[in-house]
């Protein structure tokens, strides 16, 4: 690529009040991740050298998102787009190159658009050139003007349009990539818009169109370019990365069963030979092995899902499961759950922050939280470990081969050791050495015929057996 220097200025300080949202427009996320990020990031993959984020409305939230990633100017007042572009005047004001200016509210632009802009840009030469595309439906954007032969003249707002101006379908992307010793002069000319009290970035075309080269670049996919403005939008937005994260993976040898029902995150990684069920999402930076079935009416968020893994009408977050697992239907891996190879965590089964060994499983009604567990441990239906004192949160420590009896409370801190046998319905309070069987309940007692103390007999009405009783 060319060799003069390129940055990128990227305006996020506006409200965003038609989001109606309490967030800052440009932190609101898509398929979970702040809009903002999607942005940078592709910035960071693209040609560009050196970032700048104008910031100002919940300042805060945007620099937490990107700090050590990009630098930051600050804009006190919305005194909009014009005036947040210079508010990077000191921190880009004397450097030589090209700045890519972008919208921080175009969460779907990639790499390839960026580098096709900057290349054009060089490639013709320009000062400034001013990114378009085409809508069928131009609503809300500003519309490009253009003179008898073609060449740009200005941007119109969609508010302060002509009715004839309305009608063109060519708008403003928001992004212009400029040269950036003109670009601070220019931006210091701007006056105010009489219409909107503001500063109209778009004011550079007419600006610069007398005394300097001023060209256009239009882009062919028009969606990738979209401006977010409420929460409609982000909808449409959602849907768009979706379907082409959707797509990208069908090809890549993954089978979707009713895609527009699943949704997989920007930076999910899911390798071929893998099938996801209807109405699933998985999101964050969760991986998903080969040869894993995935789903139906699943959740999976940061989950590092190996090969060979079901996981059926469950919630996985922040926790990995091992290769030849199934998980659910309906379990709930949690905060650092981590699940062994051959293990089965079946209906309602909560794990979390805790690690099983191998083959290890808990088939149905068990919660295991703070736990670490050897292999080939069974939990038995509805055992639990009573990790919480009301106050505090305690470990339990469960060796290999254990079998843990139905109904069981191992109360934490407690250790058992190898080997163990727990009968069911034991409420343990005492570590169990290795090779025992424990059994912590009270004993049986049969009363002999007292039964039908109690139980009335069969097709007999209550007084009948008070007679009884009598005689
Ligand atoms: C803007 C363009 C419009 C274009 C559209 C493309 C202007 C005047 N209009 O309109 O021509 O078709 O984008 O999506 O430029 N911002 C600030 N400080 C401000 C105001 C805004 O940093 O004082 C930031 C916002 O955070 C946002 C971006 O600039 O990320 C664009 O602002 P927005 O209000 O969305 O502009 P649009 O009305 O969409
Ligand atoms: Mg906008």
Redesign the pocket.
């Known amino acids: 690529m060319g060799t003069m220097n390129k940055y990128a200025l990227i305006?996020?300080?506006?409200k965003?009040t038609r989001m109606k949202t309490k967030l800052p427009?440009?932190a609101f996320p898509i398929l979970k991740k702040p809009m903002i990020e999607y942005i940078v990031e592709s910035v960071e993959e693209s040609d560009i050298d050196e970032t700048c984020v104008?910031v100002?409305h919940k300042r805060e939230v945007i620099e937490d998102l990107l700090k050590g990633r990009v630098s930051f100017a600050y804009?006190a007042h919305?005194?909009?787009?014009g005036?947040?572009a210079l508010s990077a005047k000191d921190a880009l004001g004397d450097r030589e190159g090209t700045t890519l200016i972008l919208?921080?509210?175009?969460p779907l632009i990639d790499e390839a658009i960026i580098d096709n802009i900057l290349t054009t840009h060089e490639k013709m030469g320009n000062d400034l050139t001013v990114v378009t595309t085409n809508y069928t439906d131009p609503t809300?954007?500003?519309r490009i003007i253009r003179d008898k032969y073609g060449k740009i003249e200005s941007?119109v707002?969609d508010k302060e349009t002509t009715e004839e101006q309305r009608a063109i379908q060519e708008?403003?992307?928001?992004i212009y990539a400029i040269n950036n010793q003109y670009l601070f002069q220019i931006l210091d000319k701007i006056e105010k818009s009489a219409y909107k009290n503001?500063y109209?970035?778009?004011d550079i075309v007419h600006l610069m169109r007398q005394d300097y080269s001023v060209g256009t670049y239009t882009i062919r996919d028009s969606q990738y370019v979209m401006?977010v403005?409420d929460l409609y939008a982000i909808s449409i937005a959602e849907k768009v990365l979706r379907d082409k994260i959707n797509k990208g993976l069908m090809l890549s040898g993954v089978s979707m069963i009713n895609p527009e029902t699943i949704t997989v995150g920007h930076n999910v990684r899911i390798e071929g030979n893998v099938t996801v069920y209807p109405n699933t999402t998985i999101t964050g930076e969760s991986t998903i092995a080969e040869g894993s079935l995935i789903g139906p009416n699943t959740e999976i968020h940061n989950g590092v899902i190996h090969r060979n893994v079901q996981v059926k009408h469950s919630y996985v977050y922040d926790s990995v499961v091992h290769e030849h697992t199934t998980i659910g239907p309906f379990a709930h891996l949690r905060n650092n759950a981590n699940i062994g190879r051959d293990n089965r965590i079946g209906n309602f089964v909560e794990v979390k922050k805790s690690t099983t060994g191998k083959n290890t499983k808990a088939s149905h009604l068990a919660y295991i939280g703070d736990t670490t567990t050897g292999a080939n441990v069974n939990f038995g239906c509805g055992s639990i470990t009573v990790n919480y004192d009301g106050k505090e949160k305690h470990q339990t420590h469960i060796g290999d081969d254990v079998f843990i009896g139905c109904n069981t409370n191992l109360v934490a801190p407690i250790r058992v050791e190898d080997n163990v046998f727990i009968a069911a319905g034991s409420t343990v309070t005492e570590n169990i050495p290795s090779g025992s069987l424990a059994i912590a309940r009270n004993k049986q007692i049969n009363k002999a015929d007292y039964a039908r103390n109690l139980i009335k007999p069969k097709g007999k009405t209550v007084e009948d057996s008070k007679d009884t009783e009598k005689k």
């Open positions: 305006l996020a300080a506006g965003g427009k440009c104008v100002g804009q919305q005194l909009g787009t005036h947040a919208l921080g509210d175009m809300g954007y500003g941007i707002e708008v403003n992307t928001g503001e109209y970035l778009t401006g403005n």
